[in-house]
């Protein structure tokens, strides 16, 4: 393979590569913030259950809790709050 061929086959690369995260960038990011969320939800899970002593407040710290809160943010912490008050 000559410089030339290296050269075409580099610039390919190049373009498929931008192509590729051009389409996939969407869901990218929403599957970054999706994961972000549900940690900020670990999170927030975390500190209700450190106060529940003084609180009385006590959530489970499971995956489906943590997505309702990723997903829904803050108003989904207030609905399990509603839930496990309820139930």
């Known amino acids: 393979m000559d410089l030339n061929q290296k050269i ?13 995260l ?15 969320n549900t940690l900020l939800g670990f999170l927030a899970l975390w500190a209700v259950n450190l106060t529940s002593g003084i609180t009385g407040l006590t959530l489970g710290m499971n995956l489906w809790n ?8 803050l108003p989904g912490f207030g609905l399990l709050l509603l839930v496990h008050w309820v139930l």
């Open 8 to 20: 075409i086959a580099a610039l390919l690369a190049g373009f498929f590569l931008i192509a590729l």
């Open 66 to 73: 943590a997505l309702v809160i990723g997903v829904l943010g």
């Open 22 to 36: 051009r389409v996939f960038q969407a869901p990218l990011k929403v599957a970054v913030k999706l994961l972000a």
